[in-house]
């Protein structure tokens, strides 16, 4: 079966890099960048689609709709969302997508804030 990258990697989608919030202060641009990412986990709906991505070795967009209660227009914005800060990725299978975490963003993320 062959697997294409969903979509192209752009700056917003690289692995978060800044220290801890709590044990230094961040400068503008790392602050910029944890607020991006920050704001992407900031809604509901995301942060449960993610804990499901994060649950699996990889999940089908597909198979989202039901446990989100939601269209899949909207799940498809969702995960553009949390693709764009780097948090996910997908392989386009067909016309599904195949998302999958990206762990060494939310162990930044999980540095960036404190966790170690």
């Known amino acids: 079966m062959a697997v294409r990258p969903a979509a192209k990697r752009t700056g917003a989608e690289q692995v978060l890099c800044c220290g801890s919030v709590v044990d230094a202060p961040l400068s503008e641009p790392e602050a910029e960048r944890l607020a991006e990412v920050l704001a992407a986990l900031a809604d509901p709906v995301r942060l449960r689609l993610l804990s499901m991505v994060t649950a699996e070795e990889q999940v089908c967009s597909c198979d ?9 227009p909207t799940i498809s914005h969702h995960t553009r969302v949390l693709c764009d800060a780097g948090l996910i990725v997908g392989d386009k299978v067909g016309k599904w997508t195949w998302w999958r975490a990206v762990p060494e963003q939310l162990a930044a993320v999980r540095q960036a804030l404190g966790g170690r």
Do not use: V
């Open 64 to 72: 989202l709709e039901r446990p989100l209660g939601r269209s899949q």
